[in-house]
């Protein structure tokens, strides 16, 4: 018997959430079944804010906001070295010469 759902696996708290095995056999799904790319995210300025914010804070928001904090950099590592990587760009327009470079904000 096969069960069929769909788990989210491309980054944010889910990433923290879920077992890392899991979010790396679904991203490996999508590249093999699916025969298409990737888009991972997180939020670097929430993680740090997190770890040095309102510890005070109860329940859900706790758990969604605290768990796993202090494995993301090791989780991100093993991200890196299990899957290739590109700019968004590359991927989604490779036929696109005329690509634009991205355009980085630095505040």
């Not at 300025?45 to 928001?61: D, E, V």
């Not at 906001?65 to 490779?94: C, P």
Request: with cysteine; proline share 4%; hydrophobic share 35%.
């Amino acid at each position: 018997m096969r069960f069929s759902c769909k788990l989210p696996c491309a980054g944010g708290g889910y990433f923290r959430l879920l077992p890392y095995a899991l979010s790396r056999a679904n991203l490996r799904r999508v590249n093999a079944v699916d025969g298409r790319p990737c888009v991972f995210y997180f939020t670097l300025g929430r993680s740090i804010r997190n770890s040095l914010g309102n510890q005070g804070s109860r329940g859900a928001t706790r758990v969604r906001h605290y768990t796993n904090l202090t494995r993301m950099e090791r989780r991100l590592k093993r991200l890196l070295t299990d899957f290739a990587w590109s700019r968004i760009d590359h991927v989604f327009f490779a036929d696109n010469s005329q690509a634009a470079a991205p355009r980085i904000h630095l505040h």
